[in-house]
């Protein structure tokens, strides 16, 4: 099990290196120990089924999201901007689909599901899978976490 | 030149927008669509209009997906000569391999770089 996570996390941290670099010309590392709570979070998910039944969730404060925003278009976002949940929504996409599409036949034939965003922390989160761990990124000080759980 | 762009996120939207520009294309319009059925509305309503030069496409949508918009396109037989080129995360064979079955000529998977949709996508317009 222990190299399963640690394959996990490997190919995870490749795939949000890739998204960071590819899409947002900025590079993002991870990071050691738990992100603090923050008020407000916003929450995409994203769901694997068939071949890998899981799930990957990205979670990032208002702040961080908004940067998230801005460096994918390129333009600065505004307060309450529904831009701002749609690009943490696809930033998770990304990451999900990166993650799936490192994985070995047959795992990789799975089909994900588009992302839900919410606005209500990770607080009662409780995965229903096997495996499940968490990972917190910075890109230029901004922190976001993502839990994988299959 | 005129083109559609289908995607469920506007973000998304917007970022092949700004590919497009980047790889030199001059769009004089870009008509937008969030899932497939959008997407066929939109070919209906503007089958008097100029011809569209290019559609993107995502794959995974909600309403109706990129694989399901592509037979429903052929099926009412609406803008058949126009390239289509999928942008998606599924970058499994399985679904290159149904989407090419299904009318497209070209595949990028997300995330991608305006090079690489420059390098799909201007052979096509230059061969259309």
């Not at chain 1, 961080?64 to 929504?89: F, Q, R, Y």
């Not at chain 2, 390239?83 to 595949?107: C, D, H, K, W």
Request: proline share 4%; net charge negative; with cysteine.
């Amino acid at each position: 099990m222990a190299n399963t996570q640690d394959e996990a996390v490997t190919r995870l941290d490749s795939a949000v290196a890739e998204v960071f670099e590819t899409m947002l010309e900025r590079s993002c590392d991870p990071l050691e120990g738990e992100v603090d709570t923050v008020e407000g979070r916003i929450v995409a998910r994203i769901q694997f089924t068939g071949a890998v039944d899981g799930e990957c969730l990205l979670y990032a404060s208002q702040a961080t999201a908004s940067v998230t925003a801005e460096a994918l278009l390129g333009t600065p976002s505004e307060p309450h901007d529904p831009m701002v949940d749609d690009a943490i929504g696809e930033l998770c996409n990304m990451i999900a689909g990166g993650w799936k599409s490192k994985l070995a036949s047959p795992d990789s034939n799975c089909s994900i599901s588009t992302p839900a965003v919410t606005r209500d922390g990770l607080e009662g989160y409780q995965a229903k899978f096997g495996t499940k761990f968490s990972r917190n990124y910075s890109f230029q000080g901004n922190v976001f976490g993502v839990v994988l759980a299959f | 030149m005129r083109a559609l762009i289908i995607d469920d996120s506007a973000v998304m939207r917007k970022v092949i927008e700004r590919a497009l520009r980047q790889a030199g294309l001059e769009l004089s319009e870009v008509l937008q669509a969030s899932n497939g059925e959008e997407a066929l509305q939109t070919l209906r309503d503007n089958q008097g209009s100029a011809a569209l030069a290019l559609i993107l496409s995502d794959i995974n949508m909600p309403v109706m997906d990129g694989l399901q918009f592509l037979e429903a396109r052929k099926q009412e037989n609406l803008a058949q000569g126009v390239p289509v080129v999928m942008i998606t995360t599924e970058g499994n064979e399985s679904f290159v391999l149904r989407a090419i079955a299904a009318g497209a000529q070209g595949y990028i998977c997300k995330p991608f770089t305006a090079e690489q949709v420059k390098a799909r996508v201007l052979p096509l317009l230059r061969a259309a």
